[in-house]
């Protein structure tokens, strides 16, 4: 075995999943089903961006995290930052090269590299539509290729934009919008041409002039307007056109006050860290709405905001995740759990999901209520997670170099019997046979049947790498 097998084994034969009371290990490999009813504001099925949408919100609509018993259908032995559309996962690489695995089995569609010789590789995170996949090269490479979704073929190459760029392509409204060289720019979704770009002016205060370029973040997309940070200023763009619809800045406390994190924009709001709290925006005015007392946010829906923070507790400090009202900036509910450490939060209209890290040293995911903030579910992985991914009932997670899928046990199994009574009426398929390669009747299996699977997993992987 690989020193890389190894350590995917080790991390895969290490991630338990805690229900109630009880541990269960892995399963065997299934082949849960995944439906398309999630969208996100660019029109696509799916987690298209690493932040969810267009809008960096870290909740896409419709989409449902897993309901318990959990199962691991699969998992794959590469990290790097992943978006899921329709039945595909698109992940980015460390090895510098762009995946396509398929969502139901976690087995691999196709592999690109950057370029034939040694010159360039993938960096960043992807940005995916229903037919494209666009993602930036280091400075050896385009700065922007837009691959085929279903072969990797490529599409076209930007090479000429500049080279530091904020490597997470936004895609709206026809659109992709990247910051590269401190100068967004709006190319053409299908071509790559230029549409528009923006450089911020200097800023004269006192007499005195101040540059305030851009800054290498993500930018958000949401109501027809394109948000961008500076230091010193909040930018709101028209997207079809690039011409200024307002922006906020510190004119009066340049010198020591600033934003920072990336804006997160959608169903009217726009929210920025601004100096020591967070403040939400009209979309289209720029009017102040509200102020969360936060210095960050992780998520936002149509009705909540979520801030990771810490608070005070019997036993010292312990690391929290806020739900906020997203219109009053109220606090509506604080975690209670006993955390060391929250990683960046997702959510959807009934659960948010944080990676965690307890006094123990035992790390996993917690699903929060996200009416009252209380623990509905958790798993245990034998490292941090550091990002995580909800389409059509399934959870995606990185953990310790490997991509790992998270699904209830019974999701294939509905969605069987939803399909059949759809197509036909006969009563006689109302049990619809259990999802390929899921036995329902093992359950839980057993630690050796676990562990054996793994092997059997990592020495496939290692002989098609």
């Known amino acids: 075995m690989t020193d890389h097998g190894r ?19 892995a399963t065997e490999d299934s082949e849960g089903t995944l439906t398309g009813g999630s969208t996100t504001a660019g029109g696509t099925n799916g987690w298209s961006m690493v932040h969810g949408d267009a809008g960096n919100t870290g909740s896409v609509s419709k989409a449902v995290g897993p309901k318990p018993p959990l199962t691991i259908p699969w998992t794959y032995g590469r ?6 559309v329709g039945k595909t996962v698109y992940l980015t690489t460390d090895d510098g090269r762009v995946h396509a695995i398929d969502a139901t089995e976690g087995s691999r569609k196709w592999k690109w590299n950057i370029s034939l010789g040694n010159f360039g590789s993938v960096v960043g995170s992807p940005a995916v539509t229903t037919d494209t996949v666009y993602i930036c090269g280091d400075q050896s490479g385009p700065t922007l290729t837009a691959l085929d979704a279903a072969s990797g073929d ?3 190459k930007k090479a000429d934009l500049g080279y530091a760029s904020n490597q997470a392509p936004i895609v709206a409204n026809g659109s992709v919008f990247l910051v590269v060289d401190k100068v967004l720019y709006a190319l053409d979704a299908d071509t790559g041409e ?23 973040r993500p930018v958000a ?9 500076s230091n010193k200023r909040l930018f709101a763009r028209d997207a079809e056109t690039g011409d200024e619809r307002w922006t906020d800045s510190f004119a009066e406390n340049w010198a020591t006050n600033g934003f920072s994190g990336i804006p997160i924009a959608a169903d009217g709001l726009v929210a920025a860290t601004k100096a020591d709290s967070v403040v939400l925006f009209k979309t289209k005015t720029g009017e102040k709405r509200a102020t969360l007392p936060t210095r960050s946010i992780d998520a936002m829906t149509s009705a909540r905001a979520y801030a990771v923070g810490n608070a005070d507790s019997d036993s010292g400090e312990r690391a929290v995740v806020t739900g906020y009202a997203r219109e009053s900036g109220e606090n509506v509910w604080q975690s209670t759990a006993e955390l060391t450490w929250v990683g960046k939060p997702i959510a959807d209209d009934g659960s948010v999901y944080a990676p965690v ?3 123990s040293g035992k790390t996993g995911v917690i699903a929060f209520d996200t009416g009252n903030g209380s623990p509905k579910w958790s798993f245990t992985t034998d490292a941090r997670p550091d990002q995580l991914s909800i389409v059509d009932g399934t959870l995606y997670a990185r953990v310790d170099g490997t991509l790992l899928a998270v699904r209830g046990k019974n999701a294939g199994k509905i969605e069987q019997e939803s399909n059949q009574l759809n197509q036909s009426n006969q009563s006689n398929q109302s049990n619809a046979e259990s999802t390929p390669g899921f036995t ?9 049947i676990a562990l054996e699977w793994l092997r059997r997993r990592t020495n496939s992987d290692e002989r098609t790498d």
């Open 7 to 25: 350590r995917r084994f080790l991390t895969c034969a290490g991630l338990t999943v805690a229900l109630g009371g009880g541990i269960a290990t």
């Open 79 to 84: 990290a790097g930052s992943f978006a899921v």
């Open 154 to 156: 490529v599409r076209w």
């Open 194 to 216: 230029k549409q528009w770009q923006f450089r911020p002016k200097p800023v004269t205060i006192d007499g005195q002039e101040h540059s305030d370029l851009l800054v290498r």
């Open 221 to 229: 997309v949401a109501d027809d307007t394109v948000f961008a940070m």
């Open 357 to 359: 890290e307890k006094p």
């Open 440 to 448: 329902p009747a093992i359950g839980i299996a057993s630690g050796a």
